[in-house]
């Protein structure tokens, strides 16, 4: 398959090449960066030299790098993707877009939270949480790849809501995230001196990841859910650790819970349950596709607390859009994914 | 004052040995130390060569050590410091056990969740928390200073209890420490290649610091409270980040919880009010007894999200205890702890 | 080809497991571990969870693995291989040490330098750099894989002591590496916050890497060379950066310099030439069995600065054994090893 | 004593404005920043908040600042300070100035390396390296303080130079220095994933604290000197670590190595002679004035390495400069200094 991606400098663009340099079905055939144009990839990205040969590209040409295309990976600001959505529609060309602009079944939802319109209402799109929504993305012309916070979030909380074992209304989400998460752009912020050795959390109460984890609650649990997410960030590079809080319904007992997870995750390749009491940590999937699932149950207080580890880059970007890619193609969803964590 | 150190070889011991360096009120006497006994103590911190020429030794001529003492730190971990207080009881001298042991009025709860008797239930003790227990500390033997998490954690807690604003069953606190935290003893998970990089939770619903925040709100609120409280470590040296859940009751307004901030704190020196929507990090009080704190509204959940950031070495050990030294000796509070946070 | 590893459990052990996951040609049939017999990998590695159902095995059965096997890779403290080398030398298994046992064509220099007896002195041994020594691995029995310092420095100095374009007794390495090089045991020195913000050298002028950088820019150039190598530890994972100093002879232009870089590395595919002026970074090699390599000419001191960057596991490890390992089979020497780096 | 900060925003500026808050004999009055006027302090620094009210002003009316000042510190880029020494030529205020503009003796050295014409050569200034220019510092109109990684490597070779010791040309300074030395403007290179993780050295044989060692190097040995120096960046906040080579003089023996340092050094509070075979860690330096120094002789290559450590934005700028105050106000040396590193 010849695939692009539209907005190869960021951090998941960079890990998109990475992954699918190891991928035996797919070529990448155009990258494309508009303030970078006709620089070698290596030029921006040394660790790629004798990986790639390749020049970033304008995307003004987009129909026809749409043209040259099985598939285009968008990794653009949102906002951006659905230009590009719709100038592709006529073509065969299929789109997996890393940003939220395809996310959202309700538009409104999306422009509420992400302040811009929706001009790509009517898009022919599904979400792309691989594991959940694997039916829908095998023939889907546009995959709404899902986010990274929400990736781990969903897959901890999915069997409890799914299974009507929670109280969807108390969940709380809690999250930390490696400083990778928030962009290679330059920032205060993420200056060396600032970020290291401290520790934060951002974005209280208005996280645009919020809305979608609430979409995949509600619509697993079929009960509206509306809930608290909170993330931070940790002085580190990759990783996310969710860890979740909800309230079990009268009568529901450990066993219960243990079943659910088994029984969602049992045949998932990627998803690696820890069990009962377990303890994931962001090491132990860095740089891989695996999510590690672990839960309590606190006896004192009636709740379970759900803790998932993934490397943001990977389930949480790159590898997710790549396990999506495999679905929509029919290949085996390991296809290019099968390689073991870096550790330490 | 003359004050001896038992147990001041961990972390906590040589943070309080960097503080007292600077009160002008306070004379080391003695040091102690089981392992390194007649070693001087700038062999085991270099750090502190050219600023103590003072010699371990071993605690075992406990009587004397308190006769030769105004005050007594204890730095032993939990159970060591029952013998201390028992051994001292006759004496003069004052003590502020930098652990668990004198930090519970129901000494069964202790036993619950330590798991070891207590054998000095009658001490005439007070719980450590300067700002909260002030009138009390002044006048106390035996000070049971509070703990790293705990001193963050109820610092957040406190106004909104104090006044009413929560429900105190809704609350959850997940907390955030740096490395220091786990103490000095060398162990896998704190292998620097095992603890860089990487995030994780621990003792997820039975950690010890639980029911010592409990008793905290408990008392504030007049209501039992029973409470998640869940831990991390952070890739970093120093610092404590709370991110504090509870429910607001009916009718209550974002105002109301300003006001509850302000009125309770605002004549405290060491605890910095950020205001509603401010994000405390831990970089900005490192090294310093400030307790910084932020709080936030979340109008589509009814939550109340409050955030407390400490040095868990300084507010949430050794300079708490100067602190409450400072208040038991009719010291200004500041005395020895008036310096800023080191940054970046 | 039937590969075991003797040693299993060691950071070079894990990432040998790593890397020959994605080897085409290899099946891991055994790994040793005296301390964790009969504990799957995955208790003590969980990110080889889902890649590995191997079980630890005890070496004392040594014969009866090397018989099963078609190479040995050894993962074992210096001192340890000798035994194993012996016990199968009439086996047609191969062996590739990643220790020091096997490094020195001269033992009694090992043995004043590890300070233990040379027990396998007549060994039919090689030195494994591969760039260097590719034609004597081809057929070699037993592999002594070069050490991690001395692979970043020797691959640095090369070209400068075979074209005799320097005073061999003015080198000095100065040389930077992560953590993970101290190995997985647990000491104070490594333990997270000691290790953590700060940067010491150790072992100043008797470090072991010495005489092996000693023996190979001996062998290069033809002259005895005495040279100084200080090791540092960086508070980071992964990574060496060696920084080597030497001066030219009269008469040597800069322009030779970079003749002589590109005349011995021009066609090797793992040795990425930055060029003159350039600044290797271990970022860029992270992951992977990337040698970057950069030089300066300075005109003022008529010294040149060479500056290489491997990743200690990989290329100083784990990688260079798999790649001589592709030597010794005849395979394409990429295979299982041509993948990115993992950045950021 | 009135002090003003003349660019007080930068890490320099914000750590003298750490460091004075404990000198009893010095008051802030100014200070000034172009691009925060009118801003409180605490807004840019929240560690200041309660330490601090001070409002940053502009400096264009330098001479009242000047007037209403004993003493001006200045955290100018180089090439600035040049201006406000002119222009407070006639006032009695005395100058400190952190940066380079006065540090050199030849202005024509200081013109070929910061490549900017020097303004005001006939300014009466000396140099700032209190332990070595005492004598000269006391009367001192304008002081030029030694740069960080200066201060390093001058105090540790000062000792071999003053003696006689060693071929001054033969002299390799290999520093390491953590981020905060790179400022505080952010940067591509040091935003924290691109810096964190990883290890590099920049500027080798033109970063401008060359000439200035040098300088040093050689009025202390009476030879003139020429040396290289090379610079890498730590992924740590602080501390600079300087590996020192050069090669002893026939007949040098270790004894008088260890006799040089201890002449020059033993009165000395903040340097301590960790001693032969010692080796400083920047940890137990962090946050201090000390100077932490170690040596080793190599008896096989005839050179000596020494080790030096030190808190590149205490020792190595705001810290020294406090010192320097301290000598022009003829007060204690320690005065305001007089505090212990903070560790962990």
Redesign the interface.
């Given at each position: 398959m010849k695939v692009s991606i539209i907005g190869a400098t960021g951090?998941a663009g960079?890990e998109l090449?990475?992954i699918l340099?190891?991928h035996p079905q797919a070529e990448v055939v155009h990258i494309t960066s508009e303030s970078h144009t006709e620089e070698p990839i290596s030029a921006i990205?040394?660790?790629?030299?004798?990986?790639y040969d390749l020049k970033l590209e304008s995307m003004k040409d987009i129909v026809n790098i749409g043209k040259d295309s099985d598939f285009v990976f968008i990794g653009l600001p949102h906002g951006h993707a659905m230009a590009v959505g719709k100038a592709l529609e006529g073509l065969p060309v299929r789109i997996i877009d890393l940003g939220a602009d395809y996310r959202f079944s309700d538009t409104s939802i999306y422009e509420t939270w992400y302040k811009v319109p929706h001009t790509h209402k009517n898009a022919k799109r599904v979400y792309g949480l691989a594991e959940l929504c694997r039916d829908k993305i095998r023939n889907a012309k546009i995959i709404g790849n899902a986010g990274c916070y929400t990736t781990a979030s969903i897959l901890a909380l999915a069997p409890l809501a799914k299974e009507h074992l929670i109280d969807v209304?108390t969940i709380?989400v809690?999250a930390?995230s490696?400083?990778?998460g928030a962009g290679?752009g330059?920032?205060?912020q993420?200056?060396?001196?600032?970020?290291?050795?401290?520790?934060?959390?951002?974005n209280?109460?208005h996280h645009r990841h919020t809305p979608e984890i609430e979409q995949a609650v509600s619509a697993l649990s079929g009960e509206k859910c509306?809930?608290?997410f909170?993330p931070?960030l940790?002085?580190?590079?990759?990783?996310i650790?969710a860890?979740c809080?909800a309230s079990l319904k009268p009568g529901v007992h450990a066993d219960d819970v243990d079943e659910a997870y088994n029984n969602l995750y049992m045949n998932e390749?990627f998803i690696?349950l820890?069990g009962r009491g377990a303890?994931?940590?962001?090491?132990?999937?860095?740089?891989?596709n695996?999510c590690?699932i672990g839960w309590?149950?606190?006896e004192?207080?009636g709740?379970v607390?759900a803790?998932s580890?993934i490397d943001n880059l990977v389930k949480g970007a790159a590898g997710q859009a790549v396990q999506n890619f495999n679905i929509a193609c029919g290949f085996d969803e390991k296809t290019g994914l099968?390689?073991?964590?870096?550790?330490?």
């Open positions: 951090y960079a090449l990475r340099y190891g990205y040394p660790h790629l030299d004798g990986i209304n709380i809690d930390k490696g400083t990778s290679r330059i920032k205060q993420t200056h060396f001196p600032d970020m290291y050795d401290s520790f934060a959390a951002y209280v109460a509306t809930l608290n909170t931070h940790v002085p580190m590079s990759r990783g650790l860890t809080y390749h690696r820890r303890y994931p940590e962001t090491k132990w999937v860095r740089g891989s695996f590690d309590h149950i606190d004192r207080t709740r607390i803790l580890a099968d390689f073991a964590p870096i550790y330490p």
